[in-house]
């Protein structure tokens, strides 16, 4: 290799390693100061914790009970799984069928999905709540219904874009050999559309894990999900205990990070994929 | 075909869904900015008043200005950095797939937490100086384009690294050949090609600028008083944080709604005209 090619080789490394170093290090600092004494965070936040301020568990243990962190863990596992599993499997028989029965009215319903994508939430904040309130559905099971119908915009345009790349002669094959269309639909059609359901079930996962305003306007007084327990914790005008927020924030990173290493490959390309086509 | 019959078992779960969260609560929200109300059953209508007590509402005229300002730098910073970060990562070097693993992490983490994360560190690098975050607006807006830089860097960065991975390597090496430095092949070449995925990251870090929330309200809450608030927190407190103000709050969010609407339909039209071209 050529001397100009080891050094511009040398620069990138020294690049991306200092680039690395600053990217992880947020999340380090956060994780060192969770295991120091909570009067010794906010004055000294880059020092390991050292004898006179290590706490071990202590900050974990006091988060935890005060936030509730593990039902939150639940409320947020509960919703964000059966609202995603809801948004997947609904979303995609609604863009087969307005695909590929085309009316008047199956047609002003497409662009009424495309049209939500644009809306932004704070447009629908409060009549939504309002809505929601008078309907009875302020409750976790009610919460996964309007994910569904807010989150249906994307999720319906996404699924219409491969719908209409699938050949229909395959339908019509299925159809011809005696299948009715939920049998067709659920046999032939949607195995086809597997990839793009993934990436439309990370996208949804990623919005309604993450999501905050939403549940705390509808169920937060009652139930808190993994966002609405960390913002709890800033509470009113009182301070904040500085140790218990430095440990509910590891642990809500934790599952995030679990997921993401885990499921790496299709996050990546299912992100980079939704953000093509959104 | 036959699939008339089949609307209510494809459709009915998501049209109703649908209609409950997006829309009743759009149309509801665009009658109500004309009116004067507290819970929505008591509307009086009152014409343009609210617009008119929106436009001359100092909060809202700074948060206009703060969020423009705020956009404009971030869309800039994160875009130059991660088109930077995508083409030393396309160059071929060992532990590229590390590197992007690490840069795209933060993307996964929730607003709340990530402003969370990112007052410690802000308050302990301030704490030097004897100050923290909520000092001075300036604090505030520079905090939340780091943060903004920190968590969407990896995913521009990602849809880069897909744009540039679709260029044919024989038109690099062509231009190599033909004598062409590397700034010359960047501005004739990569950037050239890789437009479409400019435009895309463009247009997502617009919007998410624009419409950031959780971010702000963790990392800042708009403090030092409401100077650091962004639309999206100034429409939040108007509603929830004044009584009386209801209708306002409402006419804030429809110009809210205008703003992000027109920037979607620029993105649309100008993808329309690129895809012409081609």
Redesign the interface.
């Known amino acids: 290799m050529s001397k100009r090619g080891i050094i511009s080789k040398f620069f990138s490394y020294l690049f991306l390693i200092i680039a690395a170093v600053v990217f992880l290090s947020p999340i380090f600092i956060v994780l060192m100061n969770s295991f120091k004494s909570k009067f010794h965070i906010s004055d000294s936040p880059f020092t390991l914790p050292d004898e006179k301020t290590f706490e071990g568990f202590r900050n974990y243990t006091q988060g935890v009970a005060k936030t509730g962190f593990f039902s939150a863990f639940g409320w947020s596992l509960f919703i964000t799984v059966f609202s995603v599993a809801a948004i997947v499997f609904f979303t995609s028989m609604t863009a087969w069928y307005i695909t590929r029965r085309k009316t008047k009215f199956t047609q002003i319903l497409y662009y009424a999905f495309v049209f939500s994508m644009i809306v932004p939430f704070q447009m629908v904040m409060f009549t939504l709540t309002k809505t929601a309130n008078i309907l009875s559905l302020d409750n976790p099971v009610g919460l996964i219904i309007i994910y569904l119908g807010f989150g249906a915009g994307l999720s319906v345009f996404m699924f219409s874009g491969f719908v209409k790349s699938i050949p229909i002669e395959i339908e019509e094959a299925a159809m011809i050999d005696g299948c009715n269309p939920v049998q067709t639909y659920f046999r032939i059609v949607f195995p086809i559309l597997k990839p793009t359901a993934i990436t439309v079930a990370i996208l949804n996962a990623m919005w309604v894990w993450n999501d905050y305003l939403l549940p705390y306007l509808l169920i937060g007084s009652e139930y808190k999900t993994i966002p609405i327990a960390v913002q709890y914790l800033k509470g009113g005008y009182g301070s904040v205990d500085m140790g218990a927020m430095m440990a509910m924030l590891v642990l809500a990173i934790v599952p995030i990070v679990i997921f993401y290493l885990t499921s790496q490959k299709y996050i990546i390309k299912g992100v980079a994929a939704g953000a093509v086509k959104g | 075909?036959?699939?008339?019959k089949?609307?209510p078992?494809?459709?009915m779960?998501?049209?109703?869904?649908?209609?409950?969260?997006?829309?009743?609560?759009?149309l509801?929200?665009l009658v109500?900015s004309f009116t004067e109300f507290t819970?929505?059953l008591d509307a009086q209508w009152v014409g343009i008043q609210n617009y008119a007590r929106a436009f001359s509402n100092n909060d809202f005229k700074n948060a206009l200005w703060f969020t423009v300002k705020f956009t404009v730098v971030s869309v800039l910073t994160v875009n130059i950095i991660a088109f930077?970060?995508a083409s030393?990562?396309t160059?071929g070097?060992k532990?590229t797939n590390g590197?992007?693993?690490?840069?795209?992490?933060?993307?996964?983490?929730?607003?709340?937490?990530l402003g969370?994360?990112?007052q410690?560190?802000l308050?302990?690098i301030l704490?030097y100086f004897g100050v923290t975050i909520t000092y001075d607006p300036k604090y505030g807006f520079w905090g939340l384009v780091v943060l903004m830089n920190?968590q969407l860097i990896?995913?521009m960065m990602?849809?880069y690294i897909?744009g540039m991975q679709n260029i044919p390597t024989d038109l690099l090496d062509a231009s190599k050949v033909d004598g062409a430095g590397k700034f010359q092949t960047l501005k004739n070449v990569t950037i050239p090609l890789v437009m479409p995925s400019i435009t895309?990251c463009m247009f997502?870090t617009i919007t998410n600028s624009f419409?950031l929330?959780?971010q702000n309200?963790?990392l800042t809450a708009g403090a030092p008083s409401k100077r650091t608030a962004m639309?999206?927190l100034d429409?939040?407190n108007t509603?929830y944080g004044k009584a009386g103000w209801?209708g306002v709050?409402?006419a804030k969010?429809?110009i809210?709604?205008i703003i992000?609407?027109v920037i979607?339909f620029m993105q649309l039209s100008y993808t329309r005209k690129k895809e012409v071209e081609q």
């Open positions: 075909m036959r699939l008339k089949y609307f078992i494809f459709v779960p998501t049209l109703i869904a649908f209609i409950i969260a997006f829309v009743v609560p759009f509801l929200g109500l819970t929505v930077l970060l030393i990562l160059k070097l532990g590197f992007r693993t690490i840069f795209f992490m933060p993307n996964l983490i929730g607003g709340i937490v969370y994360i990112w410690l560190i308050n302990g704490h920190w990896g995913y990602v849809i897909a895309i997502l419409k929330f959780d309200l963790a639309l999206a429409i939040y509603f209801e709050g409402q969010a429809v809210f709604f992000v609407a979607a």
